[in-house]
Nanobody, 116 residues
Framework: QVQIVESGGGLVQPGGSLRLSCTAS????????MGWYRQVPGKERELVAS???????QYGDAVRDRVTISMDNNQATILLQMNNLKPEDTAVYYC??????????WGQGTQVTVSS
């Protein structure tokens, strides 16, 4: 059974930085893609950033110039560096893992709050 462990959320002031980490364990197949999504109450979950095992990266329009995602295939870990955070970045951030291009797993979510 795949388990997703997220860390790094918290409270940060506007203009500050955070780094989120996500590790997948128990993967029985090809780790195809991992990524971070976020959601606020009343809105749909949206892409923050994702990375495929071949290195291809995608970024959400709202954060494109302020975040960087990296992946360590051997460790099934991704890191999301977020800079110049804004109050509108406040959300629950979820890690997503796609195995063998078919099976999708989500983490429990970690709260990011940007406030002075």
């Amino acid at each position: 059974q795949v388990q997703i462990v997220e860390s790094g959320g918290g409270l940060v002031q506007p203009g500050g930085s955070l780094r989120l980490s996500c590790t997948a364990s128990g993967v029985n197949g090809v780790l195809h893609k991992m990524g971070w999504y976020r959601q606020v109450p009343g809105k749909e979950r949206e892409l923050v950033a994702s990375v495929r095992s071949d290195g291809d990266r995608q970024y959400g329009d709202a954060v494109r110039d302020r975040v960087t995602i990296s992946m360590d295939n051997n460790q099934a870990t991704i890191l999301l560096q977020m800079n110049n955070l804004k109050p509108e970045d406040t959300a629950v951030y979820y890690c997503k893992c796609v195995v063998s291009a078919v099976f999708v797993y989500w983490g429990q979510g970690t709260q990011v709050t940007v406030s002075s």
